[in-house]
């Protein structure tokens, strides 16, 4: 079963515009992922905000973690043709135990179109 | 530094034919772990291997198994395949938080 879930599910921009995504869960996490599709391929990582965090940057990437309302948001400034793809959030669980293994659990994802 | 690589790149399979699809993780890394992702939607992890044994799984049936070889690498099963079956198999690899993943395999069920 999905638990992340991506809104919008797609998105049409101009190149330069900012492109905001915005991710909800259901369960406690150690931590919230970004990833990056493109054209049904492999997917690329882009940036891991852990559950104790607020707020991460990565280049032109921001993304914020909203524990307490079970929220994230990946934001994308000045965004450029190659940004076209889609974009998945995934949690990753607090087991019991505290512990953690990686065992991802994906949205369903954004697909962002950017008009040159 | 070689990435996670994965094999075939596409496949075509009858229905009730069974599957293997290989991995190969980066460099370093000890943990594989397979998610499948049907057209449209996102991945949906299958199951995890750590020092050669399922550590993980998800909601899959027995059909899909696996097994990862000492040097890390990995494959994934698939017994009596159903239509249902047609995905994007990918494989990611990972030390400690971060998983990088492969290009994929399409496996296609007709």
């Known amino acids: 079963s999905q638990q992340g879930e991506e809104d919008p599910q797609a998105l049409s921009i101009q190149e330069g515009e900012n492109a905001t995504m915005n991710c909800s869960y259901k369960t406690s996490i150690n931590n919230l992922q970004w990833y990056r599709q493109n054209s049904g391929r492999g997917l690329v990582h882009l940036i891991l905000i852990r559950s104790n965090e607020r707020e991460k940057h990565s280049g032109r990437l921001r993304v914020t973690l909203d524990t307490s309302k079970k929220s994230s948001s990946l934001l994308i400034t000045a965004s450029r043709a190659a940004d076209t793809a889609s974009y998945f959030c995934a949690t990753e669980p607090v087991r019991a135990g505290g512990t953690s293994y990686g065992k991802l659990t994906f949205g369903q994802g954004t697909i962002l179109t950017v008009h040159p | ?110």
């Open chain 2, 1 to 110: 530094d070689a990435g996670v690589t994965q094999s075939p790149t596409h496949l075509i399979k009858t229905r009730g034919q069974q599957v293997t699809l290989r991995c190969s993780p980066k460099s370093g890394h000890d943990t594989v772990s397979w998610y499948q992702q049907a057209l449209g939607q996102g991945p949906q992890f299958i199951f995890q291997y750590y020092e050669e044994e399922e550590r993980q799984r998800g909601n899959f049936p027995d059909r899909f198994s696996g097994h990862q070889f000492p040097n890390y690498s990995s494959e994934l099963n698939v017994n009596a395949l159903l239509l249902g079956d047609s995905a994007l198999y990918l494989c990611a690899s990972s030390l400690y938080y971060e998983q990088y993943f492969g290009p994929g395999t399409r496996l296609t069920v007709t």
